[in-house]
């Protein structure tokens, strides 16, 4: 079935860094552009960053620009984001989303996979 | 503070109408019909009830309908049924620059 699996979540100090993984199974991965959203415990949903289906385009929230990356290997239907410098306000559940709808409809989502930032 | 301003609460009996307002400005909603809609109920992913401002994905209720005018866009669910109850996010394109806008979300209880 149509599935995002995100793993690579835990406990990191600040200024340290982190990788997410979203493996993606049961549609063709390599046809649409891919996100990272987050939310804060007890807060609402932010977008992080976005990537086009073939890794051609890339955009970032203007909180993360600079110390995270996204990338993806189509050959592996994996999404990354690479995390550096983490903040404590970095805080969150961390979700990848497809966009096989167009842009901002996020119609398939990830079970989620926390990253906690303290010291 | 979010870019797309949602009320913090609404609420209803079984069986009534809501309408879940979501505002922004003219250079995100006002300026494309990219205007999506998530359901998340406690511990979930969120679930995308809306698209391209009324459009509703395969497999969700036409309880749920979508509008927008000017800068503002709104979720109606009509016919509420307990299992409505959860929050509720709107979320527009908002140009290369900024790209992607949540609102800060509706709580929405059944009563």
């Given amino acids: 079935q149509v599935q995002l699996v995100e793993s690579g979540g835990g406990v990191v100090q600040p200024g340290r860094s982190l990788r997410l993984s979203c493996a993606a199974s049961g549609f063709t991965f390599s046809s649409y552009g891919m996100h990272w959203v987050r939310q804060a415990p007890g807060k609402g949903l932010e977008w992080v960053a976005v990537i086009w289906y073939d890794g051609s385009n890339k955009y970032y929230a203007d909180s993360v620009k600079g110390r995270f990356t996204i990338s993806r290997d189509n050959s592996k239907n994996t999404l990354y984001l690479q995390m550096n410098s983490l903040r404590a306000e970095d805080t969150a559940v961390y979700y990848c989303a497809s966009s096989s709808l167009g842009i901002g409809a996020f119609d398939i989502w990830g079970q989620g996979t926390m990253v906690t930032v303290s010291s | ?111």
């Fill in chain 2, 1 to 111: 503070q979010s870019a797309l301003t949602q009320p913090a609460s609404v609420s209803g009996s079984p069986g009534q109408s809501i309408t879940i307002s979501c505002t922004g400005t003219s250079s995100d909603v006002g300026s494309y019909n990219l205007v999506s809609w998530y359901q998340q109920h406690p511990g979930k992913a969120p679930k995308l009830m809306i698209y391209e401002v009324s459009k509703r994905p395969s497999g969700v209720s036409n309880r749920f309908s979508g509008s927008k005018s000017g800068n503002t866009a709104s979720l109606t669910i009509s016919g509420l049924q307990a299992e409505d109850e959860a929050d509720y996010y709107c979320c527009s394109y908002a140009g290369s620059s900024t790209y992607v806008v949540f609102g800060g979300g509706t709580k929405l209880t059944v009563l």
